[in-house]
């Protein structure tokens, strides 16, 4: 490559991922705070929606979108939340809905039609990176580690529920 240095990609995704049934219970806790108590309601209102088969709630998510090869111009970034929905062996990426917001930009060339459809863009680009988080077996490892959890709680009679 002449004249610069190679990024390793042109979108950049990072989330957290729930898999909407390991929630057994809905209950948000008395002394929880404004922002955890919204995140609770959030996920519950997804689990009312989609269900829990082959659901994954994205939460604390970025999307950013190079579009130059300067970090200090051509950078949009995103924040979004929602349901990836797999198919039935939870091998591919059916559908998204998610919550787009734009955090940031380095554009000084952007109009809102532009931002617009990077917004839908989004999806697009949040469902092929579900796509390689099943295929990098982050998805099964992440199903594993809470099913773990929930195993202690029961053994323990305890309760794991939105603390997840």
Known sequence: MAGGRAMDRWVEINFDCVPLRTITRFDVPIDASPKYRAFCERLKAAHEKHGSHNSYFLHNARCTYHLTNDADQGMIEFRFEGVVLTDESDRET??????????????????????????????????????????AGDLQQAKERIERIQSQADDEDGFVGMYL
């Open 94 to 135: 059916h559908a998204c809905d998610l919550t787009v917001e734009m955090l940031r930009e380095t554009c000084d060339w952007l109009s809102e039609p532009i931002v617009r459809w990077f917004k839908e863009t989004v999806s697009r680009a949040v469902a092929v990176e579900f796509d390689r988080y099943i295929a």
